[in-house]
């Protein structure tokens, strides 16, 4: 049984890309490092509830996928040796971390290029790029998702 996903909502796709470009272009905007970090609680805040949605539609699809065939259940974390559930949480935390790292990483570089665009004399040296970025989203939303068809 095959399902297609829904094409993602337009309002949701536009919400996601001018999040991106506000989020970037903050620093030509406010100055404060302590205002923009309240700012950008609440644009997060803003796109969690935009994307509630999406969200809600992608559990419901998951929660009607037909039960596999055969007499024997697909694994479940809790049925695992304890052994393999520390080595699964330790692996998830692991990437977790890791990927935290590399968000964190990437954020100061942009701020830092926005900076020594700044430096240059660039005018609005945070909104070019982060205008980029945004388009990169939008570009991410239209990416179609894998198929789950093992065909």
Known sequence: MTTTAAPPRAGAVLASGTATVLWYAMPDVISSRTARGWAKVGLFAGSLALSAPELRAALATTRERPEPD???????????????????LGSVAAALALAARGVVAGERWAFRRGQARAAAGKRLPHTGPALVYGVLTIGLWLVPPPSSDPA
Do not use: E, H
């Open 70 to 88: 055969g007499d024997d259940p697909p694994p479940t974390f809790r049925s695992l040796p304890v052994g393999k559930q520390a080595v699964t």
